[in-house]
Nanobody, 120 residues
């Protein structure tokens, strides 16, 4: 599976962005998809994950503000980010793996990051 994330950019605090992650390969529906982020000088952290069925889980820091969705026909997942705060500034990565998990080690496929910058 190859993954390509897009949609990052510069936004003011309180604003919104929608990230997309397009996957190639015929077995997209077999994978759990995840979003992770890494801020400068910090560890990569879990943001959200979604099963093929649409069931999703979120990090506490984004719960209620971010929504992850997937379109299996388009082999694409999305991360709708609302009420953004400067602490959300990071490179965002999409990932694919077999388990519905929040640990980066469970994801074997990674896309290149897309940068999100939230100004105060």
């Amino acid at each position: 599976v190859q993954l390509q994330a897009s949609g990052g950019g510069l936004v003011q605090a309180g604003g919104s962005l929608r990230l997309s992650c397009a996957a190639s390969g015929r077995t997209f529906s077999n994978y759990v998809m995840g979003w992770f982020r890494q801020a400068p000088g910090k560890e990569r952290e879990f943001v959200a994950a979604i099963r093929w069925s649409g069931v999703s889980i979120y990090a506490n820091s984004v719960l209620g503000r971010f929504t992850m969705s997937r379109d299996n026909a388009k082999k694409t997942v999305y991360l709708q980010m609302n009420s953004l705060v400067p602490e959300d500034t990071a490179a965002y990565y999409c990932a694919a793996g077999p388990l519905f998990a929040s640990s980066a080690e469970e994801y074997g496929y990674w896309g290149r990051g897309t940068l999100v910058t939230v100004s105060s």
